[in-house]
């Protein structure tokens, strides 16, 4: 059964500095990852998907990364604004096709002014 | 195009009685998917269709739970009796698996409060 675990569970840094949230997931054969955010009281954005292929995938500011090997994913957030204050999860894809996605429990980030 | 609508988008209600929350995907998507959202468990994924047949519902915690897709714009899940364990909020959201776009796109989710 697959499981994904974030760490921390929550992070605040000043405003302007990079960082990297971590995702692990315990059965290396996944179809895709993926990262959402999701503002308080409301529903999920998609951030970034990877493919089982790829290696890395990047939007804006962030840049995810995937080691199939080491069952690991990064997210990494360049020049973190206020506006990023959210949780971000991350979830891996099980099945081909139907995109059974596994959540972890999430990262509540804060960026502070 | 609206993205994937809920109604309602809040609901309280005693325990015993019947609650439906309903569902609009998006336009053209074949996959939607019902997922509850709770502080204790995060987010689970109940129950996935693919053009409007059930896939996999082991996620469904017990009998009183039920969802249908009578079409490809609408679906329901409900709750019959509700219990105040039901209380978390209820996410639905839609896909497309042509052309290899399979981000799911999710509704703003309906929170529900059983008394």
């Known amino acids: 059964k697959q499981e994904v675990t974030q760490i921390p569970a929550a992070l605040s840094v000043p405003e302007g500095e990079n960082l990297v949230l971590n995702c692990s997931f315990t059965?290396?054969?996944?179809?895709?990852l993926q990262w959402f955010r999701q503002d308080p009281g409301k529903g999920l954005t998609s951030l970034l998907l990877?493919?089982?292929?790829?290696r890395e995938q990047t939007s804006g500011r962030l840049n995810a990364s995937l080691d199939k090997s080491s069952g690991r994913s990064t997210l990494y957030i360049a020049a973190s604004q206020p506006g990023d204050s959210a949780t971000y999860l991350c979830?891996?894809?099980?099945?081909?096709?139907?995109?059974?996605?596994?959540f972890g429990q999430g990262t509540r980030l804060t960026i502070n002014p | 195009d609206a993205g994937v609508i809920q109604s309602p988008r809040h609901e309280v209600t005693e325990m015993g009685q019947e609650v439906t929350l309903r569902c609009k995907p998006i336009?053209?998507?074949?996959?939607l998917f019902w997922y509850r959202q709770t502080m204790m468990r995060g987010l689970e994924l109940l129950i996935y269709?693919?053009?409007?047949?059930?896939?996999?519902d082991s996620g469904m915690p017990e009998d009183r739970f039920s969802a249908k897709m009578p079409n490809a714009s609408f679906s329901t899940l409900k709750i019959q009796p509700s219990e105040p364990r039901d209380s978390a909020v209820y996410f639905c959201?839609?896909?497309?698996?042509?052309?290899?776009?399979?981000?799911?796109?999710f509704g703003p989710g309906t929170r529900l409060l059983v008394l």
């Open positions: 959201a839609s896909s497309s698996q042509r052309g290899g776009l399979e981000t799911q796109y």
């Open positions: 059965d290396s054969a996944i179809y895709n």
């Open positions: 990877i493919q089982s292929s790829q």
């Open positions: 979830a891996a894809a099980t099945e081909w096709g139907a995109q059974k996605l596994v």
């Open positions: 336009s053209g998507h074949d996959y």
């Open positions: 269709f693919n053009n409007n047949v059930p896939i996999d």
